[in-house]
C-alpha cells in the first residue's frame, strides 16, 4: 500500500503560500520525510541551475545551448524564455511565484511539445533577470528553511 503524507507543514510554516493540499505519496522504498528531503534538495539544485541561465544575458533576443530568449510576436511587450531542458516542476513553481510575489502584467507557460522537455516561459516585465531572480531566491530562501526540519523527520 502507497503511504500518503499530508504535508500541511508548508501552510503552517508559510502563510504567504499559494492554497492547496500538499501531499507525498510513496511506495516504501523511502520514509515519507527522507523522500521530501531529498526532493527538496533536487529543487534547490534545479532552482539555482535555473537561475544561473540568465547571469550572462545582455541583450535579447539572446540564445545559448540552455536557453532562447527573444521578444514574443504574439503578446506586446512579452518576453519568451524557451528552456531547451526544462521541466513542469520548475515552470510552474516561476509561474506560480510569479504571480503570488511580483505586481506582473502576465507570466505564464507551456510545454512546447509533450514528447520534449522544451519550455516556454512568457512574461511581461521591463526587468525579467531581476524578477526571475527574485523569484528563485524567494523559492530558495523556502527551501533552505524547510530543510532543516524536515532533515529531523526524514527518517520516519
Known sequence: NSLICFLNIFRD???????????????NKYPCGKLLYKSLKIFKKQINEFNNLFT????????????????????????????????????????????????????????????????IIRLISNDFKDNINYICNYIISIIDDLIPQVEQIRYL
Open 13 to 27: 510554516l508559510y502563510n504567504n503560500l499559494p492554497q492547496g493540499i500538499y501531499y507525498l505519496e510513496v511506495n
Open 56 to 119: 550572462n544575458i545582455n541583450n535579447i533576443p539572446y540564445q545559448d545551448n540552455n536557453v532562447e530568449i527573444y521578444f514574443s510576436e504574439n503578446l506586446q511587450d512579452a518576453i519568451d524564455i524557451n528552456i531547451l531542458n526544462g521541466n513542469h516542476t520548475i515552470c510552474n513553481l516561476i509561474q506560480t511565484y510569479g504571480n503570488f510575489l511580483l505586481d506582473l502584467d502576465f507570466i505564464g507557460y507551456k510545454a512546447d511539445h509533450p514528447l520534449n522537455n522544451k519550455f
